[in-house]
Each structure stands twice: as structure tokens, then as C-alpha cells.
């Protein structure tokens, strides 16, 4: 059972691939939570988490702004996965202009490339390419940048930020190489 003074975590999709995964790892932290579920899902919704029944919406989206509020958040934890370059910039832009410095939240955003894990099993097959390229000089950074990430290192690097927020106003951005090291060790912008 949660403690009614224990932090308040907000999760948009706690049904879904990585929501329903990370709801039990932060229950078993301590942590109260709120979770958007789409209408008909609520039953699905893992055990240690209230359910709120709607759309997201995006990054603007009222309903997410309202529970967010609800849920006392002052910390916002995104997953941008692999976006064109302007468009993963015009939504951390959103986050950083209408959460972080009109209402002086912080923000850490996770870029994983590719998440493995249950489903589809073809990602699997080019972990060996990307080992063998990792060890090439020309190709070693930009390999490690769009590095394929497990499951369990994307979890533990999404619950450790929701429990280490960075300094306030400030933009934490946790790359590849960093969700891979297990933690949010990474550079804050602001």
C-alpha cells in the first residue's frame, strides 16, 4: 500500500509497452500514481496506480496538462524516440517554453533509438551488426548514439528520473550512451 504523503507520479499511456512495465517499478519505490488510460483499457492498468480514463492529446493536451497539475508534478519525464531532428526540436522547444520556463518546472527527455524487448524479435537480429560497428573508428559514435537500448535500461533510466529530478528550470537530456549506463548521468540545459 502507498502512503498517502508519498510522491505523486503522473503517467500518460500506463497501459501501454513501457507505461504498464514502469507503473509496478515505481509502486515498489514508494510512489503514488496517476495514469492515463485510454477509455476501455482501464482494467488492463497494473496494480498500484489510479486510472484516469482519456486521450493524451500531446505534449499540449488539456487533459494531460489538468492531471499533470492534479498529480502536483513539477518534474516532467518524456520518452522522444527516434523523431526527425525538427521535429523531436519543435516538442522539446514545447516542453521547454510552456512547462519549464513559463512555470518554472524541470524536464528530463530519454531519446532512446529502438527499445528491445517483448514483440517483435527482428530488432534482435542487428544487435551483432551494431557490436561489430561499435568497433569500427568511423562508424563507433554515431553506433553508440543510435544504440539499441533494452527494456530493463530503459525502466530503471525513466524511474531514476522520475526520482532525481535536475536543478530547477532546467531541460536534463539522457541520451543512448546514458540510458545504457543504467542512470541519468547526462548534461542539463536550461
Excluded at 4 to 14: D, I, K, L, N, R
Excluded at 35 to 59: D, F, H, W
Excluded at 88 to 96: L, P
Excluded at 153 to 160: N, T, V
Aim: no cysteine; net charge positive.
Amino acid at each position: 500500500m502507498i502512503a498517502a504523503e508519498s510522491p505523486g507520479v503522473f503517467v500518460a499511456g500506463g497501459t501501454g509497452y513501457p507505461g504498464s512495465r514502469l507503473i509496478p517499478l515505481l509502486a515498489r519505490r514508494g510512489y503514488s500514481i496517476l495514469a492515463l488510460v485510454r477509455p476501455g483499457s482501464e482494467r488492463k492498468l497494473p496494480v498500484g496506480a489510479v486510472s484516469i480514463s482519456g486521450r493524451g492529446g500531446g505534449p499540449r493536451g488539456a487533459l494531460r496538462q489538468r492531471e499533470r497539475r492534479a498529480a502536483g508534478a513539477g518534474h516532467e519525464v518524456l520518452s522522444a524516440g527516434p523523431r526527425a531532428a525538427r521535429t523531436r526540436a519543435r516538442g522539446e522547444g514545447m516542453i521547454r517554453s510552456g512547462f519549464v520556463e513559463s512555470r518554472g518546472g524541470t524536464a528530463t527527455i530519454l531519446r532512446p533509438w529502438y527499445v528491445l524487448g517483448p514483440g517483435p524479435m527482428w530488432p534482435h537480429l542487428l544487435r551483432p551488426l551494431y557490436a561489430f560497428w561499435e568497433r569500427i573508428p568511423a562508424t563507433a559514435e554515431t553506433t553508440r548514439r543510435i544504440g539499441l537500448v533494452r527494456l530493463p535500461e530503459m525502466l530503471a533510466s525513466l524511474a531514476d528520473a522520475v526520482g532525481d529530478p535536475p536543478p530547477a528550470r532546467t531541460v536534463r537530456i539522457v541520451d543512448v550512451p546514458a540510458i545504457r549506463a543504467g542512470g541519468v548521468r547526462t548534461r542539463a540545459t536550461t
